[in-house]
């Protein structure tokens, strides 16, 4: 059976160690893998394998941890880009697992997140919202949940009012064009945007009228 000559951390990622069996390089470990092992063991193929598998293991998972330290993500979203690297279905199964136990993964929580995120910089409409969690792989309880206290009206005004300041010299036909549309493609319905394009106008021209 192979024997381990030498066990020597590697220089770039000291938490990881390089593994030499007969005096040749065979693969790298984490850290707390590798301290198992000792300088004079022999290992069977067996032992081999299941070593080799806790270092994808840990692969896996530092590249999902490295995914979710940008912005919180969905299961699906680390599931697709764990996939995406050729990770094996178990292993992949096993990283998200371990992620949901130290709560670096929680579909509820992203929500919550994604939605609070869309109300302070993107406001749009329910439908639009639950097209994009629908996309993140988010279930459909979880997307309700997140967007109970949801106030279309009040979201599509806050939409409209960062706008108008760009269309406010506009004739009134060409206002209501360019904030209905802008309005549209945030996903809000007919009869939102004729009220909040109603009222806006009337801002805009009130403001016209005492200057």
Excluded: C
């Amino acid at each position: 059976m192979p024997v381990v000559t030498a066990l020597t951390a590697q220089k770039k990622h000291p938490d990881r160690v390089n593994v030499f069996l007969d005096g040749a390089f065979a693969f790298g470990l984490p850290l707390d893998t590798a301290v198992k092992l000792k300088i004079g063991q022999s290992l069977s193929e067996t032992d081999i394998e299941t070593l080799q598998q806790e270092n994808l293991l840990d692969k896996a998972k530092n590249d999902a941890i490295r995914l979710v330290s940008y912005r919180p993500r969905s299961i699906a979203e680390v599931q697709r880009h764990l996939e995406r690297k050729g990770y094996e279905a178990v292993l992949v199964k096993a990283v998200i697992a371990r992620l949901q136990t130290v709560e670096l993964l929680d579909d509820t929580a992203f929500a919550h997140y994604w939605v609070e995120q869309r109300e302070t910089f993107k406001p749009r409409s329910r439908m639009a919202l639950q097209q994009e969690l629908r996309q993140k792989g988010v279930s459909r309880d979880i997307i309700e949940t997140a967007l109970s206290d949801l106030d279309e009206m009040d979201a599509a005004r806050r939409a409209a009012t960062a706008k108008i300041r760009s269309w406010a010299r506009l004739p009134e036909p060409d206002f209501r064009k360019k904030l209905g549309g802008f309005l549209q493609r945030r996903g809000f319905h007919y009869g939102i945007i004729k009220e909040i394009t109603d009222e806006l106008w009337q801002t805009v021209a009130a403001e016209d009228a005492a200057e």
